[in-house]
């Protein structure tokens, strides 16, 4: 009987304890990437690179990883706008600059990272972020090295900076 007892004790506690929980669950406000924002910092990665030579594609991710625009540059290679959605996506994902997530790969090649669907080790996203979170990513792809791709991304970030906030 007192096994009982205590055994129903415990399970009273327990529902008591998930009842409180949920009573102070809350829904969570979250920041996105609007489309205006989106499209002003793909077209500026754009030009940032075409004003340099490159022909380039350019994906915008958002919070989940969706691509939000994408633009694939005139002259450019048909494989570069599926590379600038897996750059930017791996860098969302990771919440680091898609180069720094190849580093890992690198230090690591048995990570199995590197084999989940969409992602991509190579240099030419970066995070876009609102404070400290990551609410999306850019990536490029097209220029001659990786860190022609991060310079044009960076550049479309830095312009957004504002509208970031």
């Known amino acids: 009987m007192k096994s009982r007892f205590v055994t129903i004790a415990a399970g009273l ?4 304890c998930f009842s409180l929980s949920v009573a102070r669950a809350e829904l969570l406000t979250l920041k996105a990437i609007s489309t205006p924002i989106a499209l002003n ?7 940032a690179c075409l004003s340099q030579g490159y022909h380039v594609s350019v994906t915008v991710v ?4 969706q691509p939000l625009v994408s633009l694939r540059g005139d002259n450019t290679s048909p494989h570069t706008i599926e590379n600038s959605l897996r750059k930017a996506y791996t860098s969302r994902t990771f919440r680091v600059p898609s180069g720094e997530f190849a580093q890992r790969v690198k230090d690591n090649p048995t990570s199995g990272q590197v084999h989940l669907a969409n992602v ?3 240099q030419g996203a970066l995070p876009i972020k609102t404070g400290d979170t990551v609410i999306g990513a850019v990536g490029v792809s097209g220029a001659p090295g990786g860190e022609k791709d991060e310079a044009c991304a960076k550049a479309a970030i830095d312009k957004a900076t504002d509208q970031l906030k």
């Open 120 to 122: 991509v080790a190579a």
């Open 62 to 65: 958002g919070l989940e990883g």
């Open 13 to 16: 506690l327990a529902a008591s």
């Open 41 to 47: 910092i793909a077209q500026t990665a754009y030009d």
